[in-house]
């Protein structure tokens, strides 16, 4: 009888920017991999903002899961969502009830907003996390512009023309410098009664600088460069409430119908499936070479991890860390590599609007143009696939010497009724 080798099955939940690095890094080789999103694309997150503010369409930006992995013959992809583990009999459940049994699991499964526990918040400040966000959040704006274009009531107007981004860290700078660009330059052209200086953006940060990663002088070079975006930051200023067309914040009472929320994530639930220690974040701890305590044959990576730095503290959620560390523990599958994690950080990179970025290698700050040369590169170096290189390129020259949006659609139907009357003033909480 021929004695057929066994070979090992490697789970991997979450397409990510870790799962991705893992199962490419496991992709021909002799091991079996599933892999499990309960979306059928990969999504480059770091781009996202581009795409809330029409600069980029959703598919320059996301690639097809399946696509990727076509010439792989040991990786299936599974559309699905897990919805818990059984670590004594080695499955894990999907939301369709089938199981998957693994030898090895690799939880890649991100993060998720975070409202700092007032939920309600979320209806009326939108998150940045996913495709979907990214468009509620264009259309948002997009339909702000042209109903303001046609309101005669002079509240009501500022209140269209007034957006908001609660959060200065590098998701709520790039937010708010490329609303400032979309609102006061690229589209007040095309608008009759709209000029630049009608529009407001408003940065709202609770700590005392923006980008706190970030070196104290290039927050500051952020700023100075949001600034002359024509972008408002109030820094220090935890917000109180978060309503229908206002944000209550300790400096002023702002009426606005756009809220973008870039102030909180939290990680995936996988420590509740897993039952294990987590930090206040929900993201689970792990060992020095990514194993969940207690489970020699399941790693967690990126968002969803918490991970020691070499010196103390934990790493940071970023891109590079996930894909790092996927490529590292796919080699600990292989039997081969380090017995430790180590990151190698290249740097922490920010942009504000279409020729200014902030970066930080290691202690040499660079700002300005040049900065945003080197973020641009950057970007599109580490796009998936050889279309978004390119469509993003183009669409990129393009909006740099014309100042055009190429993806400003407003999708869905509209309702052509006009906004609910501002209420005169919502009730404050107290501080
Ligand atoms: C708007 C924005 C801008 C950012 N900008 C930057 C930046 O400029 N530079 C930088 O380094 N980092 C940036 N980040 C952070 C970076 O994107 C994350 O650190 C990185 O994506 C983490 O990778 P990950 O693999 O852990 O998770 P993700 O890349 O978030 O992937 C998680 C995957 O798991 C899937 N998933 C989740 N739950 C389940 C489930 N139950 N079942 C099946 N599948 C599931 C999701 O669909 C997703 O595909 C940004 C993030 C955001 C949101």
């Not at 799962?19 to 079996?32: E, F, N, S, T």
């Not at 860290?169 to 095309?190: F, H, K, N, Q, Y």
């Not at 009472?253 to 639930?269: E, N």
Request: hydrophobic letters at 45%.
């Amino acid at each position: 009888m021929l004695n057929k080798k066994i070979r090992p099955r490697v789970v991997i939940v979450g397409a990510g920017f870790g799962g991705l690095a893992a199962a490419k890094r496991l992709a021909g080789r002799d091991v079996d991999v599933i892999l499990v999103d309960r979306r059928n694309h990969h999504l480059f997150q770091p781009l996202l903002y581009q795409v809330a503010t029409a600069a980029l369409s959703p598919a320059d930006i996301a690639g097809p899961i399946r696509a990727i992995f076509s010439g792989s013959r040991n990786i299936r992809v599974v559309l699905d969502e897990v919805v818990g583990i059984s670590t004594v009999d080695g499955w894990v459940k999907l939301k369709s009830g089938a199981k998957l049994d693994y030898d090895w699991l690799i939880l890649a499964t991100g993060s998720r907003h975070s409202y700092f526990g007032n939920e309600d918040w979320s209806t009326h400040a939108l998150g940045l996390k996913s495709i979907e966000d990214a468009l509620a959040i264009r259309r948002k704006i997009l339909l702000a512009l042209e109903h303001a274009e046609s309101e005669t009531d002079p509240r009501r107007r500022n209140a269209l023309l007034t957006f908001v981004v609660i959060g200065g860290g590098p998701t709520g700078v790039e937010m708010a410098g490329a609303i400032a660009e979309l609102a006061r330059r690229s589209v007040s052209r095309d608008f009759r009664t709209i000029t630049p200086e009608c529009s407001r953006v408003v940065l709202i940060e609770a700590g005392d600088r923006l980008l706190p990663s970030f070196p104290a002088r290039l927050s500051e070079a952020a700023r100075s460069s949001l600034e002359d975006l024509g972008v408002e930051v109030r820094l220090g200023s935890p917000i109180r409430d978060v309503g229908e067309g206002y944000v209550d914040s300790p400096h002023e009472l702002i009426f606005s119908q756009t809220v973008v929320w870039a102030a909180g994530v939290a990680a995936s639930p996988a420590a509740e499936w897993l039952g294990t220690e987590h930090d206040p974040n929900g993201r689970i701890f792990v060992e020095r070479d990514l194993h969940v305590s207690g489970h020699r044959n399941i790693f967690a990576i990126g968002d969803t991890a918490n991970a020691p730095r070499r010196g103390g503290g934990s790493l940071p959620a970023v891109a590079p860390v996930a894909k790092q560390q996927g490529r590292f523990v796919a080699d600990l599958i292989l039997g081969r590599g380090a017995k430790e994690f180590t990151y190698r950080d290249f740097g922490n990179l920010a942009t504000i609007g279409r020729s200014s970025a902030v970066i930080d290698m290691g202690g040499i700050g660079l700002t300005g143009l040049f900065a945003w040369f080197v973020w641009s590169i950057a970007h599109v170096w580490f796009l998936i696939g050889f279309r978004s290189r390119l469509a993003v390129t183009v669409n990129w020259l393009w909006n740099y010497f014309t100042y055009q949006r190429s993806a400003r659609l407003i999708m869905g139907e509209i309702t052509y009724s006009r906004p609910q009357p501002l209420r005169a003033q919502p009730e404050r909480k107290s501080a």
